[in-house]
């Protein structure tokens, strides 16, 4: 049945194998992708994990401290729009890409027929942000410039395209999306930059600001703007792309900026101007800037004033990406908890043997069970979207059509927005106590749990922040009436569930599923400023309901198999997000975390037939 992890072997949460180590991803990963898809990835991811964990950890913590520097001018006082960046983050950037992080979510790599699922890719991703969530984020944005290009473009860009999925560095260029205006921020509509179409030149010209600009020096930027004569709204918003570079001089690559071995001539460089960097809190990774247009050279991606829906498009990616993040703090702030825990001494005690640690830690993985059960189930129906596009099976040719009324579209409607509040929040919180486990250390800069929380803190903010993201399931819900598929996969799941040791955390589900359902039907009979109010309640209930009904569906089938660790997970999980208990628990004589901490925090196998006398114990004291 194999056997638990023993904590205490390390000194901290580095020089180790992730992906080894993170038995839940693998366990989700499996159950998200077909067999002969994992069995392509896994060893792949194992090699991935070793080089984060090693390399790409150390790189981070240099980069936090040494992240990169805007020279906007020369020494002569003309526009350079030069960023310097260590050389360990080039060392890191060239593991990373060149490892197919985006290439293989896109065309197939060597020995396979078709592209990796997206599913691959958040794993890849998630691993990555166990080392370095602000790395996360142009690794994200590059595979989100290439999906609106695959999907839109009419291959007038084709070059662009195959930058952004190269497998080779020399010949890769990174993707940013420059969508963020001050005057708008989340109400993308009001944005005022503006484009005209230059005839003489044959391109069309960019004029405005962006305000938050990640990634700002990537080969191959996204930008909304409105053409002349298009309406106001986002109706009138086109996208476009506007390269680092000078187009008419072709595509400027990794390989071609290396060999310049400093900023590139000016006469090399598009008209635009980067103003200043943010001084930001945390991905110091990232570069984060302000950029003004300047009748900036740039070219329409697909159709006119079809900007908005493009966008769409690219933020259900890229909202699933920051979830993956969000998933990879979280798994890298309860290594390095359990690492401390295991290691730490008081009283003559290693801290994970006192109750209020062991209850801690328990309730900190069952977060991060739940969260990444959630991430890859929803993963799994995006690439089976994406398969079904690539092979022309959905009808829509890419474009918003009759095939985006279908009912996985539908869910994924509404699940990818919680994905990314729900998870966002869980990595602030998980980050913040897992500082808390360290001590005094956990404070300082010589400790990674300090970049963690700082890091953590955007994703909530990144992509939408929780409220803007709380409307759109409300939009979800009522004008794509998304709740009929989510239903339906909920009562699938829970009518699978046969073994008695969940039974009764079926039963729970089942009755706060039908209160989920009496919600939205009083909220329909509200008024609309009452729904709003609702909104960000209703999109947690939502992510319960639904988290709740997966990871029993898991341990039903784990159940079956052989394991009972799962039904432990799914059971505290109901307990703390579900169930109302008298007087907090305490009069409940519930221990029930002192009897599961082997099993849910290191993973020690559970004979199916002790679940329910755990449960009962537990209960019964």
């Known amino acids: 049945m194999g056997s638990g992890i023993d904590y205490g072997e390390f000194d901290e949460g580095r020089h180790v194998n992730y992906w080894k180590l993170d038995r839940t991803l693998q366990r989700e990963l499996r159950r998200a992708s077909d067999a002969e898809a994992f069995e392509w990835g896994e060893p792949r991811l194992a090699d991935f994990g070793e080089v984060i964990g090693h390399t790409v950890a150390d790189n981070a913590d240099y980069v936090d401290d040494h992240g990169p520097e805007l020279r906007t001018y020369d020494k002569y006082g003309d ?48 691993l990555l942000c166990y080392a370095d969530a602000g790395f996360g984020c142009p690794v994200a944005m590059t595979a989100g410039a290439a999906l609106v290009l695959e999907r839109f473009d009419d291959g007038d860009l084709e070059p662009y395209y195959q930058g952004l999925v190269s497998r080779d560095y020399d010949e890769l260029i990174e993707g940013a999306m420059f969508l963020t205006e001050e005057q708008g921020g989340s109400d993308v509509g009001a944005n005022e930059t503006t484009a005209r179409y230059d005839e003489k030149g044959d391109c069309w010209r960019l004029t405005g600001e962006k305000w938050f600009c990640s990634n700002i020096d990537a080969e191959g930027t996204l930008a909304l703007a409105r053409a002349e004569g298009a309406p106001a709204g986002t109706d009138g918003l086109s996208m476009f792309l506007v390269p680092h570079s000078d187009p008419d001089e072709g595509v400027l690559t990794k390989g071609d900026r290396r060999e310049f071995e400093g900023p590139p001539p000016g006469e090399a460089l598009n008209d635009q101007r980067y103003r200043r960097l943010k001084d930001k809190l945390g991905t110091i990774a990232v570069p984060t800037g302000e950029v003004e247009f300047e009748e900036t050279k740039a070219s329409l991606v697909g159709e006119r004033e079809a900007g908005f829906r493009q966008m769409t498009e690219m933020l259900n990616l890229e909202r699933l990406a920051n979830a993956a993040a969000s998933c990879g703090v ?108 360290q001590g005094g250390n956990g404070y300082v800069d010589d400790f990674v749990t300090n970049r963690l929380l700082r890091d953590a803190q955007v994703l909530p903010i990144w992509e939408g922040t929780e409220n803007v993201l709380s409307l759109d399931v409300v939009r979800a819900l009522e004008r794509e009436d998304a709740y009929e598929p989510f239903a339906a996969a909920v009562e699938a799941r829970l009518d699978s569930i046969a073994h008695p040791a ?62 009972g660790r799962t039904a432990l997970v799914a059971q505290r999980f109901v307990a703390t997000e579900l169930e109302d208990r008298a007087a907090r628990g305490i009069t409940g004589g519930d221990r029930f975390v002192l009897e599961a901490f082997e099993s849910i925090v290191r993973y020690a196998p559970v004979d199916p037939e002790t679940v329910s006398e755990t449960v009962t114990e537990t209960a019964d004291n």
């Open 330 to 437: 979280m798994g890298r702030a309860l290594l390095e908890s359990k690492v401390q825990a295991a290691t730490r001494e008081a009283f003559g005690r290693t801290i994970d043997e006192f109750p209020l640690m062991r209850a801690d830690l328990v309730d900190m993985a069952v977060d991060y069970e739940a969260a990444t059960a959630y991430v890859h189930e929803v993963g799994r129906l995006f690439s089976e979207r994406e398969r079904a596009r690539r092979n022309g099976e959905t009808g829509d040719g890419g474009s918003q059509g009759a095939g985006d009324e279908t009912d996985d579209y539908r869910l994924l409607r509404l699940l990818i927005p919680i994905a990314k509040l729900r998870t966002g929040r869980m990595a602030v919180d998980t980050a913040s106590y897992a500082m808390e486990i």
């Open 502 to 563: 969940i039974a009764d955390a079926a039963e729970t589900v089942a009755e706060e599923y039908d209160a989920l359902t009496e919600a939205l039907v009083a909220l329909a009979s509200e008024d609309p400023e009452y729904a709003q109010l609702s909104a960000k309640r209703l999109a947690h209930y939502c992510f319960e309901v639904f988290t709740a009904a997966l990871l029993l569906e898991e341990a039903q089938t784990d159940l079956e198999n052989g394991d």
């Open 79 to 126: 526009v350079q729009n030069f960023v310097r960046y260590p050389a360990e983050q080039f060392e890191s950037d060239e593991l990373v890409y060149e490892a197919g992080i985006v290439a293989d979510a896109f065309e197939a790599p060597p020995g396979r027929d078709e592209p990796m699922p997206v599913s691959h890719f958040l794993a890849t991703l998630q």
